[in-house]
């Protein structure tokens, strides 16, 4: 049987903001795998948090990709601009954009790898007619908008119908989950598919944040 290659994704939304390049170091050193930068516009989602000049700002810290989380309405006007500030994965929620199949061919030519992100209430369906053009399917566990919400249990059904989903193109599609994921449920997680894994508070909130990354690495070996 192949191995899955898992992926872990610290969100910078749980850091130190006041020195945002040694938290985001300090997690690379302790085994991330890819920075989740959560962006959020006070509009799609009722909180704000940075935009691509703090994007720009860590990216000489950032020896991993930078995997752009758009909680923005609108989001193809800013897409170039991360682009510029050294993003690898943009991801958006279908709901923000008028044009789903247009901001996916953006995110594309703009050099970087497309994500599609569905919020606990948001259907598949939104991947039909798109899936060629997705490199990322990002399932929310909990609601966007804050870090520290719990899991939302029905996501784990989510994440297994979505695997089939990717499955079924043959193409090497990440599939991503993002809230309330801890090293004690990571395991039923990437059972039911998911191979990259968000976590913001329960590593930046971590005493031991190579420890934290250890024990959810453990879980994603054990199961
Ligand atoms: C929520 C964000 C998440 C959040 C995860 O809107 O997209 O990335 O930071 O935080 P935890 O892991 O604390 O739920
Ligand atoms: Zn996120």
Not at 122 to 140: A, E, G, K, N, R
């Amino acid at each position: 049987m192949p191995t899955t290659t898992f992926r872990i994704a610290p969100s910078i939304l749980s850091a130190d903001f006041a020195r945002l390049g040694d938290e985001v170091r300090g997690v690379i050193d302790a085994g991330a795998d890819l920075i989740h930068f959560d962006v959020m516009d006070n509009h799609y989602v009722p909180n704000l948090t940075v935009g691509p000049l703090v994007c720009e700002a860590i990216k000489p810290h950032c020896k991993v990709p930078i995997d752009v989380h758009l909680m923005v309405k609108p989001v193809d006007r800013i897409v170039g601009d991360f682009a510029k500030a050294g993003a690898s994965i943009i991801s958006f929620h279908p709901e923000a954009s008028e044009h789903v199949h247009r901001t996916l061919g953006l995110i594309r030519d703009a050099g970087c790898k497309a994500g599609l992100v569905f919020n606990p209430g948001t259907p598949l369906d939104h991947l039909d007619h798109v899936m060629d053009l997705v490199d990322l399917v990002l399932i929310m566990s909990v609601n966007p908008g804050f870090g520290g919400q719990s899991f939302i249990a029905s996501s784990l059904a989510k994440v297994t119908e979505a695997r089939k989903r990717i499955d079924a193109t043959g193409r090497e599609i990440w599939l991503e989950v993002d809230g309330g994921i801890k090293a004690d449920n990571i395991g039923a997680v990437a059972k039911a598919g998911a191979d990259t894994f968000v976590a913001g508070s329960a590593i930046f909130g971590a005493g031991d944040r190579a420890a934290a990354i250890r024990k959810m690495r453990a879980e994603l070996g054990a199961r």
